[in-house]
């Protein structure tokens, strides 16, 4: 069983940046998937990127290609997800997931972290 914890969220004014963490315990994640999905108040969960085991392929939501860049570090079990000019509509819980799969535009994962929040403003 695999055990992901993010971190890196916070509050950011518009036009600004984060990075997100996810470090993977329990076991080697290095051949699984990984991804990130939002979930803003009052709204359904949104896919927002993944990422190969390998990090040979990376997909992601329209709205997020070129702000967004995730990557991975399979010697840290780490994923990370970096975030350029925010926008207030990013504002939202970022989950962390694995394993599973990415099909349809969207990312399909086996288990998940608890959730960061990240809260840009106007």
């Known amino acids: 069983q695999v055990q992901l914890v993010e971190s890196g969220g916070g509050l950011v004014q518009t036009g600004g940046s984060l990075r997100l963490s996810c470090v993977a315990s329990g076991r080697t994640f290095s051949s699984d998937a990984m991804g990130w999905i939002r979930q803003a108040p009052g709204k359904e969960r949104e896919f927002v990127a993944a990422i190969s085991w390998s990090g040979s392929s990376t997909y992601y939501a329209d709205s997020m290609k070129g702000r967004f860049t995730i990557s991975r570090d399979n010697a840290k079990n780490t994923v990370y997800l970096q975030m350029n000019s925010l926008k207030p509509e990013d504002t939202a819980v970022y989950y962390c997931?694995?394993?599973?799969?990415?099909?349809?535009?969207?990312?399909?994962?086996?288990?998940w972290g608890q959730g960061t929040q990240v809260t840009v403003s106007s």
């Open positions: 997931g694995g394993g599973g799969y990415y099909s349809g535009s969207y990312y399909y994962p086996n288990y």
